[in-house]
């Protein structure tokens, strides 16, 4: 009897396919109107209206502070001073220099103007971990002086209380302890930039015979 | 005279007088033929050497003359004079040698040579006296003293020399003259001879041969005469030699075959009574006539006692080839053998009919219990044919199950037939399927790669947010709204990082999926390829199903055919029942008649066993 209906025995999975087709067709009409719900749209925009509200009440507490920039190098968190900073950039293409001390990696061409990068981690003597394309350049200057200082990458604006900073731990040695401003509780160390803006070390004047 | 000489003799005597006259022939011919031999011998000792050794001279003393001549003409020359004088002196030596000869050999007188040596002696004082005169250089004198004296001198001896030539000639002429005649009486006399010979020849040998062909026709004839079987001709002869005897003894032969000629022809007229006597120990005729003689006696003899009805006589044949004797020694043995055999017979017979009598009233008892079984057999083929017809409708009934059951198989093998092709599509389709799953998860990777461009976007929508911050701080307390928008754009760019982060890991698992989905369709495939196989099993098995169903429903077609012959033969069988109760009832008729003629065989054995006792046998 069951040989009867052979020629069409796929029905077996009939009802299954259209349970499909419809659990494909709502899937497809949830892609395209990506939209939020308007509902959803409506608290999403209160949550973030509230956070922004709520911004310059913490900031009128916290007294005298410091804006930086805070990033990371070799696994370890840095700040720079905002007075400092021109701006932040991604390390595309450099070319290096000959006859340069190991700590400059090359220069780079930022609008028009030549500036050469420095690498801290060579200057500081940490250990060194390749390049990569995510890799950040934070262009600081003080006016008479300006070059790029390389970053693994960049965590975000911080402020500083001026009272939280302390003095630098014993791990931070040699010429490190000698640039930095101070450590914050969460082991943020602030670079005192103005210090190594004016050092003559950073001052390139070789000449080739 | 010649028929009392032998044949040998005669052919000796006639052949010896051919080589008598042939010896004389050869003789007469060698005589003449060595006087020929001679004659020509002679011929070359005498004339033809003497002119020969004349003729020599002759040209020596010519060659002389001429040498002479050379000394008077070149007397001034030594050389050339001592020359010719050394040549006139060769020469010299060569015509007294020449003439020695001839006149040792010379027929005529021997004065002439004489003579010319004479002559040749005087020649030679004159040649002295002209060599001095040339050699004392007086030339003109020796020219005038050589044409005086040597002239002559040479002159003289040349008349001579040719005196003897021509007396050789004539002499060389009558030699050959002789020689001529000599031979012309030889020819004649030796044709003469073999003429003579050949004739002599001719008459001897025609006379030994009449001598013996004559007689000898007259025996063939006669022997030819016998040849045919006639014995009436008469031989005889009174010659002495061999064909003469030859004739007398077939004269003996004629009159002893003309004997025995009777005696055959008296056997011929079956008179026994005679005594035929061999004329000598070889006689084989003889001897065979009387052995034949006895033989045939003998035979007569046991024909006699045969024909008193004695049958335990043995004939011998007289040799392994007698066909007469052979005859009558199997023909006794074959009569003896015969009548024992009869006899033997007609005791088997004597019995066996007492037999027959006893049987035949066993058979009619039989008879009366054969009608009883014949009818309890009837019963039984009835119930038989009952059952027979009851086996015929049910094979019919399961021949028409086994058909129908063979039409189902049928229609069944049609259902897997199309249940494999059904399941070749569907593989087509899984193929296709995957194919399309396989091409879903490509696109899935394009997406993947706009989903890396997006993240690269809000990468750099964050450094722009940090630079923004930057800006707002510096710009101090005018910047601080700035600064909140900015810190917005960094959220956002940071929202659209993880979103990209999320779509990447739903990718993955859409990728997963697909290659799962890939891996069940080949799976989906296989099966269908064992589904193909397991259908086309089966098919196979219906089929097989179908064939011995089909061989079932033969077989019970034929069971249904043979019960119905069985039903036939069933009816057959109880109408042969009926014939055999018929025949049971005649049985009975029949073996009294039988009884009857059992009866009469004894009376007859009888009879016979009377007739036979007649011969002896032993």
Redesign the interface.
């Known amino acids: 009897m069951a040989?009867?209906q052979?020629?069409d025995?796929?029905v077996k999975t009939e009802i299954d396919w259209s349970a499909l087709l419809i659990r494909q067709e709502t899937a497809f009409a949830a892609a395209s109107e990506r939209s939020l719900a308007p509902d959803e749209e409506q608290v999403v925009l209160r949550a973030?209206a509230a956070q922004?509200a709520a911004?310059?009440a913490l900031e009128q507490e916290a007294g005298a502070t410091i804006?930086c920039?805070q990033f990371l190098l070799s696994g370890e968190s840095y700040a720079v001073e905002?007075?400092y900073?021109?701006?932040?950039?991604?390390l595309s293409d450099f070319t290096p220099l000959f006859c340069t001390p190991p700590f400059v990696l090359g220069i780079i061409n930022l609008r028009g103007k030549i500036i050469s990068i420095i690498d801290l981690r060579r200057f500081f003597e940490l250990p060194v971990i390749g390049l990569s394309d995510?890799n950040?350049v934070i262009v600081v200057g003080n006016g008479t002086m300006e070059f790029g200082v390389l970053a693994d990458s960049?965590v975000?604006?911080r402020s500083i209380p001026a009272k939280e900073l302390m003095p630098p731990p014993d791990a931070f040695t040699g010429i490190r302890e000698e640039f930095l401003a101070g450590v914050t509780a969460e082991r943020v160390a602030l670079l005192d930039m103005g210090k190594i803006l004016a050092d003559p070390r950073v001052m390139v004047h070789e000449e080739v015979a | 005279m010649l028929s009392n000489l032998k044949i040998r003799s005669r052919l000796i005597a006639g052949f010896g007088i051919i080589v008598l006259f042939l010896i004389l022939t050869g003789a007469l011919s060698l005589k003449n033929l060595a006087a020929q031999g001679d004659l020509m011998g002679e011929f070359y000792d005498h004339p033809f050497t003497v002119t020969n050794a004349t003729r020599q001279a002759a040209a020596q003393i010519v060659r002389m003359h001429r040498s002479m001549k050379d000394v008077v003409l070149y007397a001034h020359d030594r050389e050339e004079l001592e020359a010719s004088l050394a040549e006139i002196e060769a020469s010299e030596k060569i015509v007294y040698r020449e003439l020695a000869v001839v006149r040792e050999r010379f027929l005529g007188d021997k004065a002439k040579i004489d003579a010319i040596k004479e002559s040749m002696d005087q020649w030679k004082p004159v040649r002295a006296r002209t060599i001095e005169l040339v050699r004392q250089n007086k030339i003109p004198e020796a020219v005038v003293f050589h044409k005086t004296y040597a002239r002559r001198m040479v002159t003289k001896i040349d008349s001579q020399v040719n005196d003897v030539l021509k007396f050789s000639f004539a002499k060389a002429e009558s030699f050959a003259e002789e020689s001529q005649r000599n031979e012309r009486w030889t020819f004649a006399i030796t044709a003469i001879l073999v003429v003579l010979a050949a004739l002599l020849a001719v008459i001897t040998a025609f006379a030994i041969t009449a001598s013996i062909t004559g007689p000898l026709n007259s025996a063939v004839h006669a022997a030819n005469e016998l040849a045919k079987g006639d014995l009436s001709v008469e031989i005889d002869s009174a010659a002495q030699d061999e064909v003469g005897q030859l004739l007398r003894a077939m004269g003996k032969m004629v009159q002893s075959l003309r004997r025995m000629g009777d005696t055959a022809n008296r056997i011929a007229l079956g008179d026994l009574d005679l005594e035929v006597v061999p004329i000598s120990e070889r006689d084989v005729f003889g001897s065979a006539m009387h052995g034949m003689v006895a033989s045939l006696k003998r035979l007569a003899a046991s024909a006699d006692r045969i024909a008193a009805g004695d049958l335990t006589i043995d004939v011998l044949p007289a040799s392994p080839k007698d066909q007469l004797g052979n005859s009558f020694s199997a023909m006794t043995r074959n009569l003896r053998e015969l009548n024992l055999e009869i006899r033997e017979v007609v005791n088997v017979l004597s019995g066996s009919a007492g037999e027959i009598m006893t049987t035949v009233s066993e058979l009619a008892s039989s008879s009366a219990q054969t009608a009883t079984s014949i009818s309890e057999t009837n019963a039984t083929v009835q119930e038989i044919r009952q059952t027979t017809d009851l086996t015929s409708q049910k094979s019919r009934q399961v021949y028409e199950g086994s058909h129908k059951s063979v039409q189902v198989a049928k229609a069944g093998r049609d259902s897997v037939n199309s249940a494999i092709g059904g399941m070749q599509g569907i593989d087509e389709r899984m193929g296709f399927i995957a194919e399309r799953i396989v091409n879903l998860s490509e696109q899935s990777q394009a997406i993947g790669e706009i989903i890396a461009t997006v993240a690269d976007l809000a990468e750099q929508s964050n450094l722009l947010a940090v630079n923004a911050a930057i800006e707002a701080a510096k710009a101090g307390e005018h910047g601080k709204g700035f600064a909140v928008v900015a810190q917005e754009v960094k959220n956002l760019a940071t929202q659209s990082k993880q979103a990209t982060s999320q779509v990447r890991s739903i990718i993955n698992l859409i990728q997963k999926a697909t290659t799962a989905a890939v891996l069940a369709t080949e799976q989906g495939s296989k099966a269908v390829e064992a589904g193909v196989r397991q259908s086309s099993e089966a098919g196979e098995s219906i089929r097989l199903l179908a064939s011995s169903i089909e061989d079932s429903s033969n077989a019970t077609l034929q069971i249904v055919t043979s019960t119905q012959e069985q039903a036939i033969g069933m009816d057959q069988i109880a109408i042969a029942i009926q014939s055999i109760n018929q025949a049971s009832g005649q049985n009975v008729e029949g073996s009294r008649q039988i009884e009857a003629a059992a009866r009469n065989l004894y009376e007859l054995n009888q009879k016979l066993q009377k007739l036979v006792s007649r011969y002896q046998v032993a």
């Not at chain 1, 900073?85 to 991604?90: A, G, K, N, R, Y």
């Open positions: 040989a009867r052979h020629p025995s796929t973030r922004l911004r310059p804006d920039l905002l007075s900073i021109d701006e932040t950039m991604p995510l950040r960049i975000g604006m």
